[in-house]
């Protein structure tokens, strides 16, 4: 069923309203791929090794399994940018500027023991506070990379395309080729 709704609601967005319901309209499809026989079977093959392990839950309890060397990556919810760009309810709770700055402490622990990092999020003003001008952020290695991303989903249509986001790493940079 998840799958299915993925596939023929609106833009392959998951969103839930305050009751935990999903909430996103009908898609625009003539004749959207419901089962992906193909893809289904290469990911249920790729998740088959004993040492593969999904799991769901609160961020901090997750991060806390991550030790020296690990490579986490981490796609929150966005700060909004705007005051109407204020979408960030994947789930009932919501995220908070709060939220974010939790998750920051969060990834400065990471960082701090040896883990390799890598964060996307927006370039709201919070962002920036909290990784590229923070002084324990950048005392654990963080950097903060401005990239082009390409986004489909935005209320205002002339917005979808290429918009700013931060890509926040203490992975260094390769060396130019
Ligand atoms: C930008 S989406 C990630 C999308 C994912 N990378 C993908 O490609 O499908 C943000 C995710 O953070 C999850 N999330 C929200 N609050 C959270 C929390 N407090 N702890 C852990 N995950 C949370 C949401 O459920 C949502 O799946």
New binding site residues.
Partial sequence: MFIYLNRTGFNGL?RLNQRGEFNVPMGRYLNPTICDERNLRNAAAALQPANVALRT???DS?LEIAAESDFVYL????APVSTTANFTS??S?G?SDD?QRRLQKAVVGLAARGCHVVLSNSTAPLITELYATHSAARKVGLRVHKVAAKRAINSDPSRRGKIAEYVITNVPRAPAA
């Fill in positions: 998951f839950g609160e961020f997750i796609d929150p919810p966005y994947y789930t709770a995220f939220d």
